[in-house]
C-alpha cells in the first residue's frame, strides 16, 4: 500500500469539493467510449474546486503479441498500425488525454491490466511512465491518501483532513450487492472517510453513519463513503466481439462517480453528497 499526503486549499469550507476517481477508461479497446472521458475530463478541468484519482486500467494494453489478443478487438488497418507500435504509444496517447488536468491529479494508481505488463515486459510499469510524464504521484494498487484542507472563512484559518482510501479492485460479481461489499470490507484494512474501488465497471455508491465519542465524552457520527468508479468502456460495440459481451456482464451507465465534501455548523463535520 501506497500512503500520500496532498495539500488543498480553497478558501470557505462551506462550498463543496469535487472529488472525481476515474478508472478502467481501457484507452486502446475497441469499445474505448473516448466521448464520455473527454467530458469527464473537461468538467473537471473547468470546475476550480475539483482534483481526481486515478485508479487503474486507463489503458487497456491488450497487443497482438499478448495472448488475449483477437482480431475482434481491431476494426481496420489503421487500428492494427496503432497496436503494432506497443505499450509505449498507448501510454503517450493517455497521458496527452490527461494533461489537461495533470495538476489536478491527487495520484495515480494501478490495475490489472498495467499489472500484466508488468509481468510480461521485464517490470516496465506503464503507470509510473505516467506519472513521470504528468508529474503526479504514485498510488501502487491501492493507497490511503489523507487530504489536508486549509479554509479561510470569515477572518479565521482552520485545517480539516478527509482520509481516502482507493484500490483497484479485484474478481467479478454481477450483482450491485456483491460489488459494493467488496468495497465496504475495506474498512477492515484501512481508516478511512471515503473507500473507492474500481474493476468491476459498475458506477454506484452508499453511505453509512457510524457512532462514537469524542474526548469530551459527548457522541459523535461519522460518514463513511463507498463508491465503484465506474468505466469508460462499452460492453457492446457492432463488428466486434468484447470480453464483457462474451460474459454477458449488464451495461452499466459510462462515466465515474464524484464524491462532493463540505464542512456545515461545527466546522470538523464532514458533510458527503456522492453524485453519479
Not at 77 to 84: G, P, S, T
Request: hydrophobic share 35%; glycine share 10%; net charge positive.
Amino acid at each position: 500500500m501506497e500512503y500520500l499526503k496532498h495539500d488543498l486549499s480553497y478558501g470557505d469550507p462551506t462550498k463543496w469539493i469535487d472529488l472525481h476517481f476515474i478508472s478502467d477508461s481501457h484507452l486502446g479497446a475497441v469499445g474505448h467510449n473516448s466521448k464520455a472521458l473527454t467530458e469527464r475530463i473537461k468538467s473537471i478541468e473547468q470546475n476550480p474546486r475539483a482534483v481526481w484519482f486515478g485508479v487503474g486500467d486507463l489503458g487497456d494494453y491488450i497487443f497482438y503479441s499478448d495472448p488475449r489478443f483477437t482480431m475482434s478487438m481491431i476494426r481496420n488497418a489503421d487500428d492494427f498500425k496503432e497496436f503494432k507500435q506497443g505499450i509505449g504509444k498507448q501510454v503517450r496517447q493517455i497521458a496527452y488525454k490527461f494533461e489537461p488536468i495533470a495538476k489536478k491529479c491527487i495520484g495515480l494508481g494501478t490495475g490489472n491490466h498495467e499489472e500484466k505488463i508488468v509481468q510480461r515486459y521485464d517490470g516496465y510499469d506503464p503507470t509510473w511512465d505516467l506519472c513521470e510524464r504528468l508529474k503526479v504521484k504514485y498510488m501502487g494498487y491501492s493507497a490511503l491518501t489523507i487530504l489536508k484542507i486549509n479554509t479561510i472563512h470569515e477572518k479565521s484559518n482552520t485545517v480539516n483532513y478527509v482520509k481516502v482510501f482507493t484500490h483497484h479492485g479485484f474478481g467479478g460479481g454481477r450483482r450491485v450487492g456483491s460489488k459494493l461489499n467488496k468495497v465496504e470490507d475495506a474498512m477492515k484494512v484501512a481508516d478511512a472517510d471515503i473507500y473507492a474501488m474500481a474493476h468491476v465497471h459498475a458506477k454506484t455508491g452508499n453511505k453509512i453513519i457510524v457512532k462514537g465519542i469524542n474526548s469530551a465524552g459527548k457522541p459523535i457520527e461519522q460518514e463513511k463513503v463507498f463508491i465503484i468508479t465506474g468505466s469508460f468502456q462499452d460492453n457492446s460495440v457492432k463488428g466486434a466481439t468484447t470480453y464483457a459481451e462474451r460474459m454477458m456482464f449488464t451495461k452499466t451507465p459510462d462515466g465515474s462517480p464524484t464524491v462532493r465534501i463540505r464542512w456545515t455548523g461545527n466546522k470538523h463535520r464532514l458533510e458527503t453528497q456522492v453524485v453519479l
